[in-house]
């Protein structure tokens, strides 16, 4: 019996990857590369921030300190976000509101920071829905190693097999599998290979479509 469900948050629930690229785009053409969408696509969602500056810093041979580059990277975000908004994807207020008619234990599990996470959801007004959080810097390894999504069954008191994972990214998606969550695939900017298409669920058109796949489970 499904007692919990857990989400990802960017690209999952709000509508920031298009931002996050921007940030990335600009940070490397800096340096004087090119970086174009599907370079984004194939290489960063789903992962710590931190661990995709060290993966582009090996890859253009930078040589820039991690932690300032960090510090940059989220002042240009919160810039963006503050001139364009970050809109809710399509069907979440719905099945969060489903989810909590229906008494379901709710959880984020993203590679966010708390502060960052926390905003972008408040001014979503969503913040209140969720039981627990688990952000990036709660866990020692990130995505797509299994350890955020373990992290948020233990804090909600379910174990894995009772609860489901909704997630955008291939890193999501292989993070649920090796947790042995059953893990729901609902893309963004990016179809999932064939190989993660195996390892969900199932792969879905919006949020919306988890309400029929829960009511199915009880």
Request: hydrophobic share 40%; charged share 25%.
């Amino acid at each position: 019996m499904i007692k919990a469900v857990i989400f990802d948050m960017d690209g999952l629930l709000v509508d920031t990857e298009v931002i996050s690229y921007q940030c990335y785009k600009k940070l490397i053409e800096s340096y004087g590369y090119t970086f174009t969408m599907d370079d984004y696509v194939k290489d960063y969602p789903g992962r710590q921030l931190k661990v995709s500056l060290q993966f582009i810093k090996e890859r253009y041979h930078l040589d820039y300190d991690i932690e300032e580059t960090f510090q940059y990277f989220h002042q240009r975000e919160v810039q963006l976000m503050q001139e364009d908004g970050v809109a809710l994807k399509a069907g979440a207020k719905e099945l969060l509101q489903y989810l909590h008619v229906h008494q379901y234990k709710i959880a984020l599990a993203t590679s966010s920071l708390a502060a960052r996470a926390n905003q972008i959801l408040k001014d979503c007004q969503v913040l209140d829905y969720f039981d627990t959080m688990v952000y990036g810097p709660d866990v020692s390894r990130g995505k797509p190693f299994p350890d955020i999504f373990l992290k948020a069954c233990e804090k909600l008191d379910v174990l894995p097999s009772e609860a489901i994972v909704l997630e955008d990214s291939e890193a999501g998606i292989q993070a649920a599998y090796d947790a042995h969550i059953p893990v729901y695939c609902i893309p963004d900017l990016k179809q999932p290979g064939k190989e993660y298409v195996q390892k969900a669920q199932g792969v879905l058109s919006s949020l919306l479509d988890v309400i029929p796949v829960i009511e199915n489970m009880r």
